[in-house]
């Protein structure tokens, strides 16, 4: 089979796509006919090393997919071939075919796109646990999304809006804060620009955001959280822009306020009966059609190294996405 296969550490520019063989199947396993993988954030970092957990090479990158089952080890019984699947995995999506465990799989309701199942499941998840099981969002409490187009933050901006929250999106050009409109923001800002907290006092009426979700770190996470409002808290998601803050210590003081940690690689693990009622929550409104994930580009598996390109440039709209002919 075809896999993007990542034998040393390097830009981009330096992977290819290479001929190994199809993986087999053992016990508790299945295998499945990749349609369509999803890159994040997480996945260009790792490809160059620069993750804070590297994964031994030779590896083949990608952790979010779907597709259809190809075939399952003689004691599973959950799943048969022919199904149409989605699972997320440490690594291997980017690849015709996948091999994991049957517990990494969720059936995928029929009317659902491989497209948007594989944008789904990491995004949503965090942007669920963060809203709902660390920062308690009520409904009528204002969220401050930062980074709102990207691929966590757009997913931020549509489960705030499915909890009933007065939504901003903060975000770097005009044609973002389009797209944040589009996927439900009620209002936007512009935080490159100097004045950008005086613009967010007045669009909550000296309020603050009671919530913010921040998947960007640096100066801009400082500032955001100089105007949180009484009692706010701030959710600490990632630093898309490379920095991470220092927050003095008097501020949460000042504030009432709370930092959130939120790591979604750890939520199954620590928090299984959390993870499950999320879970739950995030596919029946995927099979409602109440929620509609946002698939951001999509992109040809010959052309993956674009979908890892935009990202890595800031120019990414929601989620990167590669297909599988
Ligand atoms: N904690 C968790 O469990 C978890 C889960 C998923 C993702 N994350 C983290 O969240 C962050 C965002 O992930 P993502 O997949 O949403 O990425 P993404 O789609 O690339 O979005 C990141 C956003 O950050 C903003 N940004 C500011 N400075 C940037 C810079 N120098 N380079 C790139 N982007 C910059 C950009 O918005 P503007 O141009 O509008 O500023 C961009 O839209 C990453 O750090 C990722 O590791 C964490």
Known sequence: MKAVVVENYDAIDGISIRQID????????????????????????KVQGLYQTKDPLPFVPGTEFAGVVDAVAGDVSAFKPGMPVVGMTRSGALAEYITVPSAALKNLPPQVPFETAASFQANYLTGLYALDARASLLSGEILLVLGAAGGVGIAAVQIGKLMGARVIAAASTAEKR???????????????????????????????????????????????FRSIAWRGR????????????????NLPLLKGGALLGVDLAQIQRREPGTHTRLMAQLF?????????????????????????????????????????G
Do not use: C
Request: proline share 5%; glycine share 12%.
């Open 234 to 249: 701030h959710l600490v998601v990632g630093f898309a822009s490379g920095t991470i803050p220092a927050l003095a210590f």
């Open 178 to 224: 389009d797209f944040a409109l589009r996927y439900g923001a009620d209002q936007t800002i512009d935080y490159t620009r100097a004045d950008w907290r005086d613009t967010l006092k007045e669009l909550t009426g000296g309020h603050g955001p009671d919530v913010i979700f921040d998947p960007v770190g640096g100066e801009v996470s400082l500032q955001a």
């Open 22 to 45: 199809t993986p087999g199947i053992s016990k508790g396993e299945v295998r499945v006919k990749v349609g369509a993988a999803a890159i994040g954030f997480v996945d260009g970092l």
């Open 284 to 324: 029946d409104w995927l099979a409602s059609g109440q929620l509609q994930p946002v698939v951001g580009k999509v992109v040809p598996f010959e052309n993956f190294r674009e979908a890892f390109k935009t990202m890595q440039s800031r120019s990414a709209l929601g989620k990167m996405v590669v297909t599988f």
